[in-house]
């Protein structure tokens, strides 16, 4: 049952920006939304993760639609580095401390 | 050392074998958790672990499957008489324990092969 949808793949160029978008259309009005990447041969890493305004770090960017139906991840500057396996996760306020992750996105940079 | 460490980076066991996988926790982390990774899936949840009390095990496939945190500190996941399908990478999970608004940060895995 899972609580997002997010494409298989995409490529991007480096040095653009990488546009990685969700779905969570069942999401309530407790649960947050979490990005995670994993790149190859490691344990997933935490990139950001909001309620319901658009939050910035010096990783990504997160935007979220009005209605929390959705969400974009946005890499600024895409490197070769930034190539993994992107998560989008959804998670309660309280009560499940779990990560449920999904399949992801597989993200390839390009020179 | 800063991040969560786990032992060993590669196990291979012969099929019946028990293993045993340690985590290492980040200092004065209360949350443990441990998911199993199969090739080319996400992650899926074993096992929650706050402090020593074990609060959440609905993710251990079999009983074959057991956890300990006994000092609250260091983990160990056992598998007993191990299986091919038991052959995945083991994560280790840990946060401060301080609400939703933390991240989680990861070990690098064990990759249990079982032959």
């Not at chain 2, 949350?31 to 251990?60: I, R």
Request: proline letters at 5%; one cysteine or more.
């Amino acid at each position: 049952d899972a609580k997002t949808t997010q494409p298989p793949s995409m490529d991007c160029a480096e040095g653009r920006a990488a546009n990685l978008p969700c779905n969570h259309s069942t999401i309530s009005g407790n649960e947050y939304v979490y990005w995670y990447r994993q790149i190859h041969s490691q344990g997933p890493q935490y990139i950001i993760h909001g309620l319901k305004n658009n939050e910035t770090n010096e990783m990504a960017s997160l935007i979220i639609t009005e209605d929390r139906k959705s969400s974009t991840l946005i890499l600024p500057h895409a490197t070769l580095r930034d190539t993994a396996v992107y998560y989008c996760i959804v998670r309660p306020y309280k009560g499940d401390y779990k990560l449920s992750f999904g399949a992801g996105t597989t993200v390839t940079v390009r020179a | 050392g800063a991040g969560v460490s786990q032992s060993p980076r590669y196990k291979v066991a012969k099929r019946g074998q028990d293993v045993a996988l340690r985590c290492d926790p980040i200092s004065g982390h209360v949350s443990l958790f441990w998911y199993q990774q199969a090739l080319g899936q996400g992650p899926e949840f074993l096992t929650y672990f706050q402090n020593e009390a074990q609060l959440d095990k609905s993710g251990l496939p079999s009983d074959r499957f057991f956890a300990e945190r006994p000092e609250g500190s260091v983990s160990t996941l056992k598998i007993q008489r191990t299986q091919q399908e038991d052959s995945a990478v083991y994560l280790c999970a840990t946060d401060t324990g301080r609400g939703l608004n933390t991240e989680a940060f990861f070990g690098q895995g064990t990759r249990l092969t079982v032959v």
